[in-house]
């Protein structure tokens, strides 16, 4: 006689609610389930090499924003990079902080972002000495990276803590080929999605912290804010569950992947006209195949690898992006591989030149900050009459989900023109209140 309402019956709404069970009352007695949590988090604090850690059932979307009210106070400061994923945006929203943006080079022959350098990270720091923290999502969403102890110690010099969202790569750390983790690396926090490169179920984040320079009691208050007060006890299982293989077998997982991404990487590079994304400054674990050379266009390149059961999770007209993760084992990666290449073959066109997607690209001119536009009293306006207004909403190609409008933005030709690209290529123009563009939410007059 208390929740789940379903009982764990399957007669009601049929089996889609088998598995799940709450946290509290389910995994344990609600009265004693917090300690079988606190086991389950302290050993992973202790494998991230951590102070403090918690699990989310909210994603890395909850963690960002957990962290983000960890730090400051509202009006202040932040250097931030403006390719983030919306999660963190909204981060700012909820806890009045104001972006310093820093962008990543965009590399000229793929047209994808490179990691943060650490010198523009440094010279926003020396610009602002009064910020409080310094977030940047790394590796980015292509899988590229950057020093993270070089802004570590930038961070630490200027006196601020350093935050990573490494929502795309819990493996880090976890062999001697991949790049140290952000903890490990010096950062004083990081988020990361135990579904996204570990096999746990979907929406499972790890929140990470040191707590010399982070408060641990407001860790936990900033956490819990926005967190729900049921988790759901599949989640949270699963979680430690990736957390207790990562220990036993994390290495040998992370070299059977290595070596099934490597292969798979040098077999598509001697495609004619395809490229992947290597190299020292890239993730070895991602997989990131650049069609502009074939002329094949990725949207029909995804679509066909869609008909063929092997969804990517992001194509657009030059670029395909896989994630192979450690439940992958070689013979998968090669499968999908071969795959990929036929597809490619089918739809092989004119060669081009790579075009970078609008969400690298962005150059936003912020007239607001985050919060104060989100909160100001709006108007919805055609989109020609759009162009030169504030704009009270945040819009996002997604996958990957990084803003190109973002509330307290001018609204420029080049962002409408930029989103429209997406839309007629047909990609997905997430959150905005007119999806079609026809009209934009725009700062009152
Ligand atoms: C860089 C980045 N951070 C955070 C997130 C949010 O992760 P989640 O889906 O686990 O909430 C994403 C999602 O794609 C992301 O790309």
Redesign the pocket.
Known sequence: MGTPGHKSLHDLVGSVVSGDAPFYGGLDTIKHADHLRMDGEGRAAALWGADWCRFSV?????G?QALALAVGEPGQKVIINRT??R??LLGLVLAGLRPVWVRPDIDVVSGLPAGVAVQTVRDALAANPDVCAVFL?DPT?VGTISNLAGHAEAAHEAGVPLIV?Q??AAHLGFHPDLPPHALAAGADAM?T?A??ALPACT?G?IVLARTQRLDQARLDRAFEATHTTSPTGSIMASIDAARALLAREGERLCARLLRGVASARKRLSEVPGLSVLDGPGVEPAKLVALLAGTGANGNLVEADLIAAGMPVEMGDRDTIIAIPSIADDEDRIARFTETLIAAVEKRRGQPRHPEPAAAWTVQPQTVLAPREAFFAANETVAASAAIGRVSAELIAPY???IPVLAPGELITADAVAALREVQADGGRIAYAADSTLATFQVIAS
């Open positions: 909210a994603g890395s979307t909850h960002n983030l994923h999660s963190l999502g969403y969202d929502a795309w988020v999605s579904h996204k929406q984040a996958p990957p989900g």
